[in-house]
T-cell receptor, first 112, second 115 residues
Framework: DADVTQTPRNRITKTGKRIMLECSQT?????MYWYRQDPGLGLRLIYY???????NKGEISDGYSVSRQAQAKFSLSLESAIPNQTALYFC???????????FGPGTRLTVL | GQQVMQIPQYQHVQEGEDFTTYCNSS?????IQWYKQRPGGHPVFLIQ?????EVKKQKRLTFQFGEAKKNSSLHITATQTTDVGTYFC???????????????FGKGTLLTVNP
């Protein structure tokens, strides 16, 4: 799954700061997803995109925004970070008509 | 909205013992997937089940999809230390089927194995 990369891998920031997490993929997949993982809560969908012009909110989109700059790039932004956004963030991709989602290595974000 | 519940949250076994995790949906599912996440790693796809009552096997892993397509299970026979990790089920709702579906993940079951 090195075909899905996330930057940065770790980030510590302060409350109120704007931060962007980036996801790139070389799989040629059109579907891209952003998830958040918290201990004991599993994976929760933040945003998903089916192509460059199709972006949809997931179950926990408040406080987040996204940008699909190209088919291969999907960025997640926290406009004003707050401590309860401390979590592990995963990007995932899927080929239209395919089954599995391919996850990136994750970004561990800490908001102080 | 669609909810997917998974139990148990944790399971500790002795190597060689069997392990089962259960997944239940509040609504009928179009399909269900299972993922494994090793400690410090990212989720990796294991399998997808689509048909009512479907049973699939991968070596020591057996996956089942309920007749009503609202529940599923993963059973591991004779666990090994390499089975350690968190197992997630993820369901796709009936009305989000087709090529545009999105998944609702269960909270996962963390399996630890004592050698």
């Amino acid at each position: 799954d090195a075909d899905v990369t996330q930057t940065p891998r770790n980030r510590i920031t302060k409350t109120g700061k704007r931060i962007m997490l980036e996801c790139s993929q070389t799989k040629g997949h059109d579907r891209m997803y952003w998830y958040r993982q918290d201990p004991g809560l599993g994976l929760r969908l933040i945003y998903y995109s089916f192509d460059v012009k199709d972006i949809n909110k997931g179950e926990i989109s408040d406080g987040y925004s996204v940008s699909r700059q190209a088919q291969a790039k999907f960025s997640l932004s926290l406009e004003s970070a707050i401590p309860n956004q401390t979590a592990l963030y995963f990007c995932a991709t899927r080929l239209a008509g395919g089954n599995e989602q391919f996850f990136g290595p994750g970004t561990r974000l800490t908001v102080l | 909205g669609q909810q997917v519940m998974q139990i148990p949250q944790y399971q500790h076994v002795q190597e060689g013992e069997d392990f089962t995790t259960y997944c239940n949906s509040s609504t009928t599912l179009s399909n269900i997937q299972w993922y494994k996440q090793r400690p410090g790693g990212h989720p990796v796809f294991l399998i997808q089940l689509v048909k009512s009552g479907e049973v699939k096997k991968q070596k020591r892993l057996t996956f089942q999809f309920g007749e009503a397509k609202k529940n599923s299970s993963l059973h591991i026979t004779a666990t090994q230390t390499t089975d350690v990790g968190t197992y997630f089920c993820a369901g796709s709702g009936v009305f989000s089927g087709g090529s545009n579906y999105k998944l609702t993940f269960g909270k996962g079951t963390l399996l630890t194995v004592n050698p």
